[in-house]
């Protein structure tokens, strides 16, 4: 026993040296990805569960590694943190899905873009960056979402929630992404200047099993209501799930069983998309 528990330990050691020397490896990689144009953006859809219509998309980036292949926000975005690239490719997404969302909206008004923001990018400079790529783009700021975690605006809350408001003010929609996995929901929610909760979908996902799943995401939904605000419903991969996240009053929902993520030239066909059932 002593032995396998040695060599357990030695095969950990050793992967987490490849794990750490291949995320050296991506993080100078990194440093030119931007200028080599190696990111791209995926669209998902999130549909109104009342009238079945698409109504925005969430921009998910990826990384087309000139070796490794198209890489995932898993492997890239703590990399990218780390090596404080993330603003500046975060100020890339954004300038990039504003721009396609601006020429979809020509024939779906209204269309919305969800955009995912770091804890490192909640600062002043947001806010020119925002600025930035709503008038480049033409995109009227009533038509993006920011995305951020709880715990991103709360790991330095008073200015964190001081950009939020900022944003606001231009027009600009905040969702709270993955609610209910943080540990501070309910204590903060009521100081954060925000407009919709996604239901995380760990939530979700258990929704055709126990009560007590579906007790969690109905208090979710009542208590985006209460507060004036939307409840998205993330990861919803069953049509049993999806007619249990509607009876439930959720506003929207997101996830496999409509769409996966697809690249810009495939979403003039989603937007076309009709509701299951
Ligand atoms: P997230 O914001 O929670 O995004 C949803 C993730 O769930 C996406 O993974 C999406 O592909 C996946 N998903 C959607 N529907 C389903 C479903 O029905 N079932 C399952 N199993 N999964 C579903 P993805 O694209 O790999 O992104 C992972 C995370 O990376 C995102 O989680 C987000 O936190 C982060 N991320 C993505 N794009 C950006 C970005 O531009 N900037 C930053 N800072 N983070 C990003
Ligand atoms: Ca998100
Ligand atoms: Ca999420
Ligand atoms: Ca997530």
New binding site residues.
């Given amino acids: 026993a002593k032995k396998s528990g040695r060599n357990r330990c030695a095969a950990f050691t050793h992967s987490l040296h490849e794990q750490t020397s291949r995320n050296l490896r991506l993080a100078s990689d990194l440093h030119r990805a931007l200028e080599r144009n190696e990111f791209r953006?995926?669209y998902?859809p999130l549909l109104s569960l009342a009238s079945g219509e698409v109504t925005a998309l969430?921009?998910?980036?990826?990384w087309q590694h000139p070796a490794e292949g198209l890489l995932?926000?898993?492997e890239f975005?703590t990399v990218a943190e780390d090596a404080g690239l993330?603003v500046s490719?975060?100020a890339w997404?954004l300038i990039e899905a504003c721009t396609q969302t601006a020429r979809w909206t020509q024939h779906c008004l209204e269309l919305s873009i969800n955009?995912?923001?770091?804890a490192y990018?909640l600062t002043d400079e947001l806010i020119g960056q925002v600025t930035t790529a709503l008038s480049e783009s033409g995109l009227p700021a009533k038509q993006l979402v920011l995305?951020v975690?709880e715990s991103a605006v709360m790991s330095n809350a008073r200015a964190g929630i001081s950009v939020l408001k900022r944003l606001r003010d231009l027009g600009v929609r905040i969702s709270v992404?993955?609610f209910g996995t943080g540990y501070s929901s309910l204590a903060y929610l009521h100081d954060l200047p925000v407009d919709e909760l996604?239901i995380?979908?760990a939530f979700v996902?258990c929704l055709a099993g126990t009560e007590a799943d579906a007790a969690i995401v109905t208090s979710i939904i009542e208590l985006a209501h209460t507060m004036g605000l939307r409840a998205v419903a993330?990861?919803?991969?069953t049509l049993a799930q999806a007619s249990a996240v509607r009876s439930l009053g959720c506003d929207s929902g997101?996830?496999?069983?409509w769409s996966?993520?697809v690249g810009p030239e495939s979403v003039p066909a989603l937007l076309k998309l009709r509701p299951h059932a």
């Avoid at 993330?234 to 991969?237: F, K, L």
């Fill in positions: 953006v995926q998902q969430e921009a998910l980036i990826r995932f926000p898993d975005i993330i490719i975060g997404v955009v995912n923001v770091s990018q995305e975690t992404d993955d996604k995380d979908r996902q993330e990861g919803v991969e997101q996830g496999f069983l996966r993520p």
